[in-house]
């Protein structure tokens, strides 16, 4: 089973709303990630958990705020947005090892912000 | 300088030619190496690893040559349905546990009747 389950699959929000995206793998890997993607541009790096802790933060800014509750689920909440941050959110997970291995890719959360 | 870099495309072919995806990165350090490839308004989806030796997966073959921080896939007998986004992705391990996918701007190929 190399599924990623990302809900909802759309959402849309007003600036001030509060709202989370939510991601699920049952594939045993400690790695997850979360990715932004405007249209006709590659995803972009956004967080990475490794073991339920964040190691990675590209500088996102604070109205997105990553959490990891355990080693399937994967959380992004949402607050105060911008209409700039209307985009495909993309969850992935991998197995946590140096060399680096695939990542399994969620079918996104299309997200408009109004 | 990019950290991966692929042909801009888009790539226009026919049924049947064989097309050529090159993608350079700057990280000597890195890992790991995958094609990906994206439907539109779908998530990408793996297609290959890519390893030193080159592999093959039926019309499908990729080379990595570290040396030159060079990456290549090649199909060959082109099908209507490999029409989408062939994303070239690095993972750039900066010493933890888990890697960082950095992904190429995409080459669109739209094979045609």
């Known amino acids: 089973d190399t599924e990623v389950t990302q809900t909802p699959k759309h959402l849309v929000m007003g600036m001030t709303n509060k709202k989370s995206l939510k991601c699920e793998q049952h594939?045993?890997?400690?790695?997850m990630y979360w990715y932004k993607q405007k249209a006709k541009k590659p995803p972009e790096l956004m967080f990475v958990?490794?073991?339920?802790?964040?190691?990675i933060n590209e500088s996102v800014p604070s109205r997105f705020s990553p959490e990891c509750p355990n080693s399937s689920l994967l959380n992004l909440h949402l607050h105060a947005l911008q209409p700039e941050d209307s985009a495909l959110y993309l969850c992935a997970s991998s197995q946590a090892r140096q060399r680096g291995t695939e990542a399994f890719f969620g079918q996104g959360t299309r997200l408009t912000v109004v | 300088r990019k950290e991966v870099e692929q042909d801009p495309g888009p790539f226009n072919v026919p049924e049947g030619a064989t097309v050529a995806f090159n993608c350079t990165y700057s990280?000597?350090?890195?890992?790991?190496f995958f094609w990906y490839r994206q439907d539109c308004r779908k998530e990408p989806k793996l297609l290959m690893s890519?390893?030193?030796s080159g592999n093959e997966d039926g019309r499908f073959t990729a080379q990595l040559n570290r040396a030159s921080q060079y990456i290549s896939l090649l199909i060959r007998d082109s099908k209507l349905s490999d029409s989408a986004t062939y994303l070239c992705v690095v993972n750039m391990n900066y010493g933890g546990s888990q890697g960082n996918l950095i992904f190429g701007k995409g080459t669109k190929l739209s094979v045609k009747p």
């Open positions: 990280n000597s350090a890195s890992q790991s």
């Open positions: 890519v390893y030193s």
């Open positions: 594939m045993g890997h400690r790695a």
């Open positions: 958990y490794s073991y339920e802790k964040l190691s």
